[in-house]
Every structure is written in C-alpha cells, then in structure tokens.
RNA sequence: GCGGGCGUGGCGGAAUUGGUAAACGCGCCAGAUUUAGGAUCUGGUACCUCACGGUUUGGGGGUUCGAGUCCCUCCGCCCGCACCA
C-alpha cells in the first residue's frame, strides 16, 4: 500500500472503526490474567470538553494502552458525573428538563472523546443520573442508615443563597461556596450527615499506606483536614446553675492558670447563662453580631479580639476559684467543644483578651533558665504569653513537674472526679449530604407524623426522580411542591406521609463510581464481588488537584464504610494517584472571560488527535503546569510529519520485523542504529515507569528518529533490514501516544496484525554494550580532553591514555600528580598540585 | 504562623540519582533545494572573548578528586491550611 500524504483526518477516523469494530478494548474480568486498572476522574457534562480535559485523559490513554502492550488486562472506563446544578440553572435559563440538557451534552462530549481516540471499554459507560446507578447509593444509604452510619440532625449549616442549598464543610472555601464563590450563610437546618468522623482515625492512619504512591501534599493535605489533636476534655460546673461546660485542651498542664472562660457566640449554653443578665439585651446583640459576621471577617487575621461578659462563672476544677465565663468572637464552634478555658499567661490569644478586659494573669509554666536559678515567673512582666515548655508553677501538687509529665498527670488527678479525660479532637465534621436541589438522586426516606422518619423499603427503590418536573425561575427545588412525588404511604403503618424533598450531595455518586465500573449492568446487586475483587483497587487514578480533599476524602470514607456493610474488602480505593497539572494560556488559566480559551475540536481539526496528544504529553511532565503554545503544536505535528515521511521515502526497501529484531549489524552506520534503537526502548520503559515521565519518552523517540534520517540514505541500500526494524521500534513505542498515524505506519510496513495487538519491545542489555566508548579527561575537576577507549579498558592503560593527550599534558605541565580517579568507561580525573 | 513544593539558556524543559550542564522541542541565524515560500533537508545557537581560554544551574558557605544533584544558611516565588484552644 502506498501512504501518499499524511492527513490525520482520514487515518484517524479509519482506525478508530477499525478499533471499534475489533473491540480491542473490551475488557473482561479473567483471574488467570494480571489486571490493572487505570481510571481518570470522569467528568462533569458540562457540555464541551476543554484542553484539562484532554491533559487528563490522553495521560490515562497512554498508561491503559502501555499496561495493555505490557500484557496487562488493562481496565479503562470512562462515565458521567451527571447529576449537579449547572444541568439546572441550564434547565431553567433554556426551559427544559435537566435531563435533556445533560444526556445532550454527553452525547456530545463522548463523540469528542471518541475523536481523541481512547482507548475506553465504552460498554461500561455509566451517567450517576439514570436511577439504575443511583437506585444502588439509595440502598447503600439505607445501610448506612441501618447501621448508624447515616443520621439526622437540626444545627447551623453552610448555606449558599446563590445554590439555594446547604454545602459541606470540604465545599466551603475561605469562606466561599466552591462553585459559585457566593458567600456562604449560616442556616440552621434539618439535615442528612453522614459520619465520617468515625472514620477520622483511620481516614488519618490509612494515609501512610498511600505514601510513595500518593503525592506529599495532597496527603498532607488531607493530614491537616483531618486535623487530629491530642489533649484532654475538661468539665467546669458552672456557679449556681446545675449545668457544666466541657472544654477541648491540649494544654491540661495549664489548668492552674486557666483564669476565665471563653465560649462561642453559637455555644448552645450561651442562653442560659444569660437569661438573667441584667444587660441581656446588650449580650445578645453583641452574640447576634458576631453569629451574623461573614467567616472571612471572621475568621481575619488581623480581627480585634473582643467579647462579653456572661455575669455567670464557672469553677475552676483544680484551684476551685470562680472564674467569668465570656463570650468570645474568636472562638469557633465547630472546633473542640464551642468553649475554651483561657489561660493568658500562656496562650496569646487568652492574652490579648485579658489584657483587654483587665482579666487576671496567673503564670503556671516557668521558663527552665527560671527554674533553674530557682526563681519563678511572674505574669505581670509577660508582654507576650509563654507557650514554651517548662515546669509547673502555682500548681499545687505538681509543682515542679515537667510540664509535658504534667499534662497526662493533670487529667489523671481530675479523671478520679469525673471532671476530666485524655480527649482526641479532629477537625473533620460530619459529611451534611443532604442538599435542596431537584437534580440529584431522592434520599430514600418518608416522614409520617406517627411512625417518624421511616427509611423507603429496599424493594421500592429507585425512589424516581420525577420525569415531569418543571424546574422553577426561582431555582428553588420543584419537588416539594410536587404532591404526586412528596405525598406517599407511611411503609409502616400505611397512614399518608410526606416524602423527602432534599437530595444528596453530587459527590454521593462520585464516591463509589470507580467500583460500578468493575461490573456497571449488575441488575440484581450494586457490586458484583467476583468483579470488584479482581478488578479492585484502581492501580493509578489519575485526576486534577482540585480534589485532594473533597472527592478523594469521601471516596476513602466510602470504601471503609461499604467495607463495614460487607460490600466491599479492600479500604482504600486508589493505590496511587497522579494529580496533573493545569493547563495555562499566556501564563494564566484558559477562561472564558480571559478570552485564552484553546478549542480542542479546533485543534484536532487543523492538527489532528495525535498531534494533540502529543502535544500535550510533550510539552511538560505530566504533574507540572503546562503552558498551551500554538508554536509548540505546529512542532508536533511537523514531527509526525517527519516521521510519516521517513517512512513513506522508505517504504518500497521496508519489510514487517518485529521491533528490536534486527541481530546481525554489518557497517558502523546500522551498529550506531542497533544502539540508539535498543537505547530508546530501554529510556522510554525506564521514563514511562517512572512517574510517566512522557516528555522525556517522547523525545528519546524523536532522537531514534532524528538517527535514522542520518543512515536512512546509506542503511537504504547496505541494510535495508536494520531501518525495518529501528522503525517499527519508533512507532510501538510512539503508539500509546499517537496511536492512529503509529497504526497506520506499522501497517504501511506490511504488519497485518494491528498494532494495538501488539507486545511492548523489549531491549538487549548485550545490543547496549559497545566496543568503544567516549572518555571524558578532567584536569582537577576541569574538563581537559576526551578519548576513545576500548569497552572495558583495564585501568592504567585508560590512564596512560588520558595524560597522553596533548591539551592535558599541557594542563598537568610543571606540576605533580597527586591522584588519579578512573570511572570506568565514563571518566578519568587527574588531581595534580 | 504551620505544612507541601519550586528556583537551570530567549521560551517549554533534560541531566542515567555524585561523573562532559543545557538532551528533545519551540524560537532565532545561516546554507541547500525551490519561480517563490510560513514547506522540506543540513548546520549553528548558555554567556564573555578575534582567539587561547574563562564564567554559568536564585545568593553565600561547606563536604568531595568531582556538586544542578548531598549538608548549612540566606533570598525569591507558587500552592494548601490557618484565631484549631
């Protein structure tokens, strides 16, 4: 066949037929074979893929097709992450149906993807919005349910006025709504929780398993989320009320100079301790304000520390003096207990507070240089509060103990009283997974006034999201006005009751995704285990940053708690994880508003697929930030070009050798060609292996190309078999990353059998062992002169060589040789002195 | 403040983990081919110098025969968390 001019266009849409047709990559569940699953985070159908898009998934493309060539049973998926609030907002800006919007736009972006030429199993295709996928995470909600691990709850929540719903925690930043960058209210709101703070130690431990496959940061990401401290819990009584106020510490060594109490404006004893106050009036506006100040203002640096005095005291339980109970603008309820015992001579928030309320200052820690003189500090001198280690001071008992001893002896002293334990406290709050929107999968419970909360009986699942729904102007949630959908039959006692309207968080769908791919059209049961154990954990998961904690942390909680439902074995989902970098434009973020934005129809249009994905994989290694060039594509595309037409000039002398498989080079020309052949195979499995170092498999490529316009003209006529078998080295190794033009040229060298079929080469360690090498002379440390030397030449004959070349004699000249050092085959440095 | 990471030509980036710094590509320069080209091929391209040679991986110091790589220190940048009790 003859290849005539290289047009991406046509080779492109011929092999990816052909690949369909073959279905070369369908895969099966088959324990007599190593598997290895590949998966990168699916997308949301927001109606066009864009360049992270293409990053993301041609960097999965080349790790499933190398595994695949490496004689893997290579798992490689592609879904929808279909449910979400831009379906929504699109639904009621066009006046559809969410629905319609969004099976559009995945059908428009997985012809996209198509045309990129993945390698996915497009029968497991799965969209997280057909109730055949979600009627599962209803009955997985049941379980959690059944087992506690799911519970209700009326407390103050995130709230985005703009979202029209409550967010999680993970989805509030610096104060912001993730999607919207809407300032986030607090709302006290009924809600669905899901207790991942069960799971806060684990979460924490299992982390250490993921090191070295996981990237530092986003473990330590996820470490600092976490948030686990060590300390104590601490009850005070409070002075003339029945009630006690537990306080969250880590320092109980400093219990003796805890000389008030700060609790926080939404701390659920802060009524009572003012019901009574005569300046009630004043205290509540002074709660109200700070209840009502944004969390940026909040939670500010640079935030005056003030409060208010409740008129009621507490008891110390170790001095037992009356200390003041304050309400404090800097203290957060949603860390420890909402309460803190302020000890100012030794915490510096405590100290500005009491500085400025004229609050007393008890030191109880001295400063070892103290100690040690015998003297003792005295809070009057601090201008700043000691948080430094040291002994204990005005502590009675403890008195000079070490004040790191003393916190364990503290807390054991109070623990025979009951007023106090060793305490561990996380950061990590329950997972609020209910949200007030209509696009999302119903949570499968009905309220009856007689009955309670009663869980939808497993047999009535899916609870259907109704078809008919007319989206509301408003934004606001259809579904509570629905009557057919909210009004039902208590399961129970079969008296009428209401439905719940609110549906789960998105990321409900998104953390167990990854297991339905291993059997996606169970009918009879969400995961199938002889699928899910073969095919489970993902081995690499490849995804962007931006969900080192939201979607990575509720996925680990998810196999733990189906674990713990016996659905699951393994407890952490994805063995290693690679987070790419972004893609810039002109140093910054491609954005609409920016104008930066880089089509990626449009550039398979005018470049082509490969051309694309090579690009894209060549320009930067893969966990670095790339910066777009129009130039740098033109250059891919030139390269292909250059290698088509090597071929092409070539094709009448090439003959089908299997890559690597010429053995017998006569001239130097084809043993140069042997050597750079078999070196490249050996540099791009070692750089693949390696953190999938692409770039740097794609330019040793480009070198074994760049060899082979040097001997084509000579090789074409002396040993025709030597080029045969270099370039089809060059187009298996290039295959995973320009996998049609590769196709195309590999059936051009008179191949039948395609490509995809075939195994990773494989190099000769003997092929890289040559008979001479290049040896580097250096005069103390300077490079002086370079020799040929026979492979292996024995020392002193090597050396001999070195100080007989004439510009290192001149550098040795008038003076002694103190040493010589000799790598063999690499370099010879003479000290002298 | 705490934590993670980074700093190499005009640009994107290499460097077999302590052994020729700048591979590969972009850009640029020159030559060839061509009616012509923004196509293609060949060569050149860190900096200073006519040259011999010298200098260079953010700055300074150290270890070593030898440091982009290891250690100390300072500077700068990026990212995450942050009144966390």
């Given at each position: 066949?003859?290849?005539?001019?290289?047009?991406?266009?046509d080779?492109?849409?011929?092999?990816q037929?052909?690949?369909?047709?073959?279905?070369?990559?369908?895969?099966?569940?088959?324990?007599?074979?190593?598997?290895?699953?590949?998966?990168?985070?699916?997308?949301?159908?927001?109606?066009?893929?864009h360049?992270?898009?293409?990053?993301?998934?041609?960097?999965?493309?080349?790790?499933?097709?190398?595994?695949?060539?490496?004689?893997?049973?290579?798992l490689?998926?592609m879904?929808?992450?279909?449910?979400?609030?831009?379906?929504?907002?699109?639904?009621?800006?066009h006046?559809?149906?969410?629905?319609?919007?969004?099976?559009?736009?995945?059908?428009?972006?997985?012809?996209?993807?198509?045309?990129?030429?993945?390698?996915?199993?497009?029968?497991?295709?799965?969209?997280?919005?057909?109730?055949?996928?979600?009627?599962?995470?209803?009955?997985?909600?049941?379980?959690?349910?059944?087992?506690?691990?799911?519970?209700?709850?009326?407390?103050?929540?995130?709230w985005?006025?703009?979202?029209?719903?409550?967010?999680?925690?993970e989805q509030?930043?610096?104060g912001l709504?993730?999607?919207?960058?809407?300032?986030?209210?607090?709302?006290?709101?009924?809600?669905?929780?899901?207790?991942?703070?069960?799971?806060?130690d684990?979460?924490?431990?299992?982390?250490?398993?993921?090191?070295?496959g996981?990237?530092?940061?986003?473990?330590?990401?996820?470490?600092?989320?976490?948030?686990?401290?060590?300390?104590?819990?601490?009850?005070?009584?409070?002075?003339?009320?029945?009630?006690?106020?537990?306080v969250?510490t880590?320092r109980?060594?400093t219990?003796y100079?805890?000389?008030?109490?700060s609790?926080?404006?939404?701390?659920?004893?802060?009524?009572?301790?003012?019901?009574?106050?005569?300046?009630?009036?004043?205290?509540?506006?002074?709660?109200t304000?700070?209840?009502?100040?944004?969390?940026?203002?909040?939670?500010?640096?640079?935030?005056?520390?003030?409060?208010?005095?409740?008129?009621?005291?507490?008891?110390n339980?170790?001095?037992?003096?009356d200390?003041?109970?304050?309400?404090?603008n800097?203290?957060?309820?949603?860390?420890?207990?909402?309460?803190?015992?302020?000890?100012?001579?030794?915490?510096?928030?405590?100290?500005?507070?009491?500085?400025?309320?004229?609050?007393?200052?008890?030191?109880?820690?001295?400063?070892?240089?103290?100690?040690?003189?015998?003297?003792?500090?005295?809070?009057?001198?601090?201008?700043?509060?000691?948080?430094?280690?040291?002994?204990?001071?005005?502590?009675?008992?403890?008195?000079?103990?070490?004040?790191?001893?003393?916190?364990?002896?503290?807390?054991?002293?109070?623990?025979?009283?009951?007023?106090?334990?060793?305490?561990?406290?996380?950061?990590?709050?329950?997972?609020?997974?209910?949200?007030?929107?209509f696009?999302?999968?119903?949570?499968?419970?009905?309220?009856?006034?007689?009955?309670?909360?009663?869980?939808?009986?497993?047999?009535?699942?899916?609870?259907?999201?109704?078809?008919n729904?007319?989206?509301?102007?408003?934004?606001?949630?259809?579904?509570?006005?629905?009557?057919?959908?909210v009004?039902?039959?208590?399961?129970?006692?079969?008296?009428?009751?209401?439905?719940?309207?609110?549906?789960?968080?998105?990321?409900?769908?998104?953390?167990?995704?990854y297991m339905?791919?291993?059997?996606?059209?169970?009918?009879?049961?969400?995961l199938?285990?002889?699928?899910?154990?073969?095919?489970?954990?993902?081995?690499?998961?490849?995804?962007?940053?931006e969900?080192?904690?939201?979607?990575?942390?509720?996925?680990?909680?998810?196999?733990?708690?189906?674990?713990?439902?016996?659905?699951?074995?393994?407890?952490?989902?994805?063995?290693?994880?690679?987070?790419?970098?972004?893609?810039?434009?002109?140093?910054?973020?491609?954005?609409?508003?920016?104008?930066?934005?880089?089509?990626?129809?449009?550039?398979?249009?005018?470049y082509?697929?490969?051309?694309?994905?090579?690009?894209?994989?060549?320009?930067?290694?893969?966990?670095?930030?790339?910066?777009?060039?129009?130039?740098?594509?033109?250059?891919?595309y030139?390269?292909?070009?250059?290698?088509?037409?090597?071929v092409?000039?070539?094709?009448?002398?090439?003959?089908?050798m299997?890559?690597?498989?010429?053995?017998?080079?006569?001239?130097?020309?084809?043993?140069?060609?042997?050597?750079?052949?078999?070196?490249?195979?050996?540099?791009?499995?070692r750089?693949?292996?390696?953190?999938?170092?692409?770039?740097?498999?794609?330019a040793?490529?480009?070198?074994?190309?760049?060899?082979l316009?040097?001997?084509?003209?000579?090789?074409?006529?002396?040993?025709?078999?030597?080029?045969?078998?270099?370039?089809?080295?060059?187009?298996?190794l290039?295959?995973?990353?320009?996998?049609?033009?590769?196709?195309?040229?590999?059936?051009?060298?008179?191949?039948?059998?395609?490509?995809?079929?075939?195994?990773?080469?494989?190099?000769?360690?003997?092929?890289?062992?040559?008979?001479?090498?290049?040896?580097?002379?250096?005069?103390?440390?300077?490079?002086?002169?370079?020799?040929?030397?026979?492979?292996?030449?024995?020392?002193?004959?090597?050396?001999?060589?070195?100080?007989?070349?004439?510009?290192?004699?001149?550098?040795?000249?008038?003076?002694?040789?103190?040493?010589?050092?000799?790598?063999?085959?690499?370099?010879?440095?003479?000290?002298?002195?």
């Amino acid at each position: 066949m003859a290849l005539g001019k290289y047009s991406p266009e046509d080779i492109e849409k011929k092999w990816q037929a052909i690949w369909k047709e073959s279905g070369c990559f369908q895969v099966e569940t088959d324990p007599s074979k190593p598997k290895y699953y590949v998966l990168e985070m699916f997308p949301y159908p927001s109606g066009k893929i864009h360049m992270g898009h293409v990053r993301n998934y041609s960097i999965g493309d080349v790790v499933a097709r190398f595994k695949t060539m490496q004689g893997f049973n290579v798992l490689h998926p592609m879904g929808w992450d279909a449910f979400g609030l831009p379906a929504e907002n699109a639904a009621i800006k066009h006046e559809t149906h969410p629905a319609t919007w969004t099976y559009q736009n995945i059908s428009e972006m997985r012809e996209q993807l198509q045309r990129l030429g993945y390698s996915y199993d497009w029968r497991r295709e799965l969209a997280t919005c057909r109730p055949e996928y979600y009627k599962w995470e209803q009955m997985f909600f049941l379980k959690f349910l059944e087992k506690g691990l799911a519970y209700r709850k009326d407390s103050p929540q995130n709230w985005c006025p703009t979202c029209n719903t409550v967010l999680a925690n993970e989805q509030v930043e610096e104060g912001l709504c993730w999607r919207c960058d809407s300032e986030v209210e607090q709302k006290d709101m009924e809600q669905w929780f899901l207790r991942i703070t069960d799971y806060a130690d684990e979460l924490l431990k299992d982390l250490e398993t993921l090191e070295g496959g996981w990237p530092e940061r986003v473990l330590t990401m996820q470490r600092n989320w976490i948030g686990k401290s060590y300390g104590a819990e601490l009850t005070f009584q409070v002075k003339d009320m029945s009630e006690t106020i537990d306080v969250f510490t880590t320092r109980p060594d400093t219990l003796y100079g805890a000389t008030f109490m700060s609790v926080a404006a939404e701390h659920p004893m802060v009524e009572k301790l003012i019901a009574d106050a005569p300046n009630r009036a004043e205290i509540e506006a002074f709660v109200t304000n700070i209840r009502n100040m944004d969390r940026i203002k909040r939670g500010a640096d640079d935030l005056e520390k003030e409060g208010v005095f409740t008129g009621k005291y507490c008891v110390n339980p170790v001095t037992g003096k009356d200390i003041p109970i304050y309400v404090a603008n800097f203290v957060l309820m949603g860390y420890g207990t909402g309460a803190v015992m302020a000890v100012p001579a030794h915490d510096q928030r405590d100290f500005e507070f009491a500085t400025k309320y004229g609050l007393p200052k008890q030191a109880v820690i001295n400063p070892p240089e103290l100690q040690e003189k015998g003297e003792k500090l005295d809070a009057a001198t601090l201008t700043e509060a000691y948080s430094a280690p040291g002994f204990l001071i005005h502590s009675g008992d403890f008195d000079g103990m070490p004040n790191e001893d003393a916190k364990k002896a503290v807390v054991e002293h109070l623990d025979k009283s009951g007023k106090g334990k060793m305490a561990v406290n996380y950061r990590l709050r329950d997972w609020n997974v209910s949200r007030q929107r209509f696009w999302g999968a119903p949570i499968p419970v009905i309220y009856c006034d007689d009955c309670g909360v009663v869980p939808v009986p497993e047999k009535d699942l899916p609870v259907l999201l109704p078809e008919n729904a007319q989206v509301r102007k408003d934004g606001k949630s259809p579904l509570p006005a629905m009557e057919e959908f909210v009004n039902c039959a208590c399961p129970k006692c079969g008296k009428p009751a209401r439905r719940e309207t609110d549906t789960f968080d998105t990321f409900f769908e998104s953390s167990w995704y990854y297991m339905r791919y291993c059997d996606p059209r169970n009918e009879s049961e969400p995961l199938g285990a002889e699928h899910l154990n073969y095919w489970m954990n993902v081995d690499q998961y490849i995804g962007g940053i931006e969900h080192a904690i939201l979607h990575l942390l509720y996925s680990r909680f998810f196999t733990k708690a189906l674990r713990d439902c016996g659905y699951v074995t393994n407890s952490e989902p994805f063995a290693n994880l690679l987070t790419q970098g972004m893609v810039l434009k002109d140093g910054g973020k491609m954005s609409k508003s920016k104008g930066n934005v880089v089509d990626p129809n449009a550039m398979i249009n005018q470049y082509g697929a490969d051309a694309t994905r090579l690009f894209i994989l060549f320009a930067s290694p893969p966990v670095k930030e790339l910066e777009w060039s129009d130039q740098g594509i033109d250059g891919a595309y030139r390269f292909l070009s250059r290698l088509w037409r090597l071929v092409e000039e070539l094709e009448d002398v090439l003959t089908p050798m299997t890559p690597a498989s010429h053995g017998a080079p006569a001239s130097d020309a084809a043993k140069s060609l042997r050597f750079k052949e078999h070196d490249t195979i050996r540099r791009a499995t070692r750089d693949i292996e390696n953190e999938f170092q692409f770039n740097t498999v794609i330019a040793a490529i480009m070198e074994l190309v760049n060899e082979l316009y040097q001997v084509k003209d000579e090789l074409r006529e002396t040993d025709p078999a030597a080029l045969s078998s270099a370039i089809a080295t060059a187009v298996t190794l290039l295959s995973p990353v320009a996998p049609h033009i590769c196709e195309e040229l590999w059936a051009a060298l008179g191949h039948t059998a395609n490509l995809t079929a075939q195994p990773w080469p494989t190099y000769d360690e003997k092929a890289l062992v040559l008979d001479q090498v290049t040896m580097v002379v250096q005069v103390n440390g300077k490079v002086r002169g370079k020799f040929e030397a026979p492979n292996n030449a024995p020392k002193d004959e090597v050396e001999k060589l070195a100080m007989n070349l004439e510009n290192v004699q001149k550098f040795m000249e008038g003076a002694t040789v103190r040493k010589v050092i000799v790598i063999p085959n690499k370099l010879v440095n003479i000290v002298v002195g």
